[in-house]
């Protein structure tokens, strides 16, 4: 049996594996399209193009931030590199909903959109991922709703979109899409966003404070480069770790700062108590682990996630790859040494191909433009 306290195993591997990979390449800066698109022809000049399907399960598998990637043979590709209009991108994103959710049952997906041809008339979704909650800054600095998207929020209603009339803490936002020269705002059909209520099983209180969270964890503005071509809008999701939501999202001090409010609901002394963020924040991750298996949606905890990346650290090593990982993303922001990735190092040498931060959409150029042309009309 292999040491389970061993380092995930190294090896010379990537070219073998994948022809179009490249040398290592800092994963953590925002690429522009034209370097991503310059640095991504640094691989083999030789080599056979990669379908395009085989390009986004490969991409996902040199992932280094998602602990997710056991899963990566069973990403289901979908080719919309034909459309251009703003209006079938954004019909090809309900067709991304619909297809990943599965009335809970998360498929892993991919919508992949034309490639990247220059600065004009590209293809782009301004949002981080296709379902978020909006921020709404008050006066006095506080903020209702999620404190990480206040600045994207304001740039929406910017650009037209009015929020309910009365505001709450999860009005999702619409997409902004940006094709064929125009930047466009949709709202999102309801029909096609599945939310789940948290509740805990043994603290009824806990139902009453009207928290909630969408199933699918849908990331829209990553670019795939895939060694041959640049992708600036390729849609990905897997599905939920718990502790993404219950810890970071709900649990986070520049989030939904829900540690205060349940400790108090909890009866926690935060004065004498030095442990009560910790108790607050188990309770809360129950809450999310218990109402998502309650409504039969998919979602995995931190302990499970752990257990099958050393399984596909295994299983990279028998294949001869080693497996690159961004450490702080792989291990789990809730009892961290309880968990088998933990306790190991990983190589971050990232290869080809991959998905990668971009500039902001509104950072560049051409989105400057944009909004400038059709913000406050």
């Known amino acids: 049996m292999k040491d389970p306290s061993a380092p995930c195993p190294a090896g010379e591997s990537g070219a073998a594996a994948c022809p179009h990979a490249g040398a290592g390449f800092d994963h953590a800066r925002r690429w522009d399209a034209a370097e991503a698109a310059a640095f991504s022809k640094r691989g083999d000049p030789g080599a056979p193009p990669l379908g395009l399907a085989d390009a986004c399960r490969m991409a996902w598998r040199e992932a280094v931030r998602c602990i997710g990637r056991l899963h990566w043979r069973s990403l289901q590709v979908v080719d919309a590199r034909s459309l251009e209009d703003a209006d079938s991108v954004y019909d090809a994103c309900i067709g991304h909903l619909r297809g990943a959710t599965r009335d809970g049952r998360i498929v892993p997906m991919q919508t992949v959109f034309a490639p990247w041809r220059g600065p004009e008339g590209g293809i782009r979704i301004w949002n981080h991922q296709l379902l978020r909650y909006a921020g709404y800054r008050s006066p006095d600095g506080s903020v209702l709703g999620d404190p990480q998207n206040v600045d994207f929020t304001r740039l929406v209603r910017s650009l037209g979109w009015s929020p309910p009339a009365v505001p709450g803490s999860f009005d999702l936002l619409p997409l902004v899409i940006q094709a064929g020269g125009k930047l466009v705002v949709r709202e999102l059909p309801r029909e096609v966003v599945l939310e789940v209520r948290l509740a805990h099983p043994d603290y009824p209180w806990f139902e009453k404070l009207g928290l909630r969270w969408h199933?699918?964890?849908?990331?829209?503005?990553?670019?795939?480069?895939?060694?041959?071509?640049?992708?600036?809008?390729?849609?990905?999701?897997?599905?939920?770790?718990?502790?993404?939501?219950?810890?970071?999202?709900?649990?986070?001090?520049?989030?939904?700062?829900?540690?205060?409010?349940?400790?108090e609901k909890l009866g926690l002394d935060?004065?004498?108590?030095?442990?009560?963020?910790?108790?607050?924040?188990l309770v809360i991750n129950e809450a999310v682990l218990h109402s998502f298996e309650r409504d039969g949606v998919k979602v995995v905890d931190h302990h499970q996630a752990s257990r099958e990346f050393l399984t596909h650290c295994d299983r990279e090593h028998e294949?001869?790859?080693?497996?690159?990982?961004?450490?702080?993303?792989?291990?789990?922001?809730?009892?961290?040494?309880?968990?088998?990735?933990?306790?190991?190092?990983?190589?971050?040498r990232p290869r080809l191909p991959n998905l990668l931060l971009q500039v902001e959409a509104w950072n560049t150029r051409e989105g400057a433009g944009l909004l400038k042309r059709f913000a406050n009309r």
């Not at 699918?216 to 990553?222: G, L, N, Q, T, Y």
């Not at 004065?271 to 607050?280: E, F, G, I, N, S």
């Not at 702080?328 to 961290?336: E, G, L, M, R, Y």
């Open 319 to 348: 294949a001869g790859r080693e497996v690159q990982a961004e450490w702080s993303w792989i291990v789990p922001p809730v009892s961290a040494s309880a968990t088998g990735v933990f306790h190991r190092l990983y190589p971050l």
């Open 215 to 263: 199933a699918v964890p849908a990331i829209s503005d990553m670019m795939l480069v895939t060694g041959d071509e640049v992708f600036p809008c390729a849609p990905f999701n897997g599905w939920y770790m718990g502790t993404e939501i219950g810890a970071r999202n709900l649990g986070d001090a520049g989030r939904y700062n829900l540690l205060p409010e349940v400790a």
């Open 270 to 281: 935060r004065v004498r108590d030095r442990l009560w963020k910790d108790r607050a924040l």
